[in-house]
Nanobody
């Protein structure tokens, strides 16, 4: 079964940190670029970040630049999203998604064309 599984969500106080993981099973991630997305209650899903297959290229939404860092470990078939200085407005369900790509240094944090999606992990930032 081909799937992505997110983990690492939870409740954190404002200013705190969390690290989300996105692990693939049934396929290897090394030929996919990965995007992280989030959806808050009553809002549309938005792209947060993405990382190319090589790991060299990354993109971030303006709202998370300087606070979030995306990385990948292809040996572990896992992509991470390190989230620091969390704010209440970061509260959302976070999803990872994978898109097959032959371009090693390209990614786009848009949901269009993604081949696989995880089921999401909830991040709540509250005091």
């Amino acid at each position: 079964q081909l799937q992505l599984v997110e983990s690492g969500g939870g409740l954190v106080q404002p200013g705190g940190s969390l690290r989300l993981s996105c692990t693939a099973s049934g396929f290897t991630l090394d030929r996919y670029y990965i995007g992280w997305f989030r959806q808050a209650p009553g809002q549309e899903r938005e792209g947060v970040s993405c990382i190319s297959t090589s790991g060299i290229s990354t993109e971030y939404a303006d709202s998370v630049k300087g606070r979030f860092t995306i990385s990948r470990d292809n040996a572990k078939n896992t992509v991470y999203l390190q989230m620091n200085s969390l704010k209440p407005e970061d509260t959302a369900v976070y999803y990872c998604a994978a898109r097959g790509s032959i371009m090693s240094d390209y990614c786009s944090p848009t949901s269009y064309g993604m081949n696989y999606w995880g089921e999401g992990t909830l991040v709540t930032v509250s005091s």
